[in-house]
């Protein structure tokens, strides 16, 4: 701009050191060094709130032509969605809510408890705002390697009984409806249906077995 508005014969280098004379020069953007990724590691889990694995699912709004997601807290001992959230946009901000809450939920917030979560590479999960929460919580964060879900087999497991069990079985015509249908799926799964692995009872039945001490023993190996 100054050779063509002014005729001026200057180069890149004399700009810049004109501008840091005047200190005129914007200043350069701190880069925040990154949490080190945490790999995955096979485990035997023998009691609730050892390990959850978290995930996020897409539906589809028919009648408004747009997305909505479901970020999942899933405890793959007891198999309950401990806590979930909904929307039409996930953010860090919105998994962090969401993990404060199942926490509070299971009267853990701020405590030492040994959690592990385990979650995939996504940008939710991967980000600055996330990792701070679970090392400000006690929380070890683990991430499976890329390409290998089956290493989140029980969140993954899980997603597709909600696919195929709610969202695949409607045309949703707004986001209302589709808030509805999921949040009642959501009870449904946790209170209704059951599961072989825990000796055909629903995940809720099962975790109250475990608190009034007369749930089977199960070692689930992961």
Known sequence: MLKRKFKLIINKK????LCKELNVLRSQRQVKPKHPRKIAQNREITKPNSLWEVD????YINGEDRFFYIASFLDVYDRNIVEYHMGLLCTAEDIVITLKRALMKRN??????????RSDNGPQFISHKFEDTCKE???EHERIPFKSPNKNAHIESFHRLLEDECLSRYEFKSYAESYET???YMKSYNKVR?????????????????LDGTAKSLIVKL
Do not use: D
């Open 194 to 210: 059951i599961h072989s692995s825990l000796g055909y009872i629903s995940p809720m039945e099962f975790y109250q077995k475990i």
């Open 137 to 139: 919580l006690n929380l």
């Open 56 to 59: 996020i699912k897409y539906g």
């Open 108 to 117: 853990l917030y701020n405590k030492e408890t040994g959690l592990v979560i």
């Open 14 to 17: 004399k700009v810049y050191r």
């Open 182 to 184: 999921v949040s009642e």
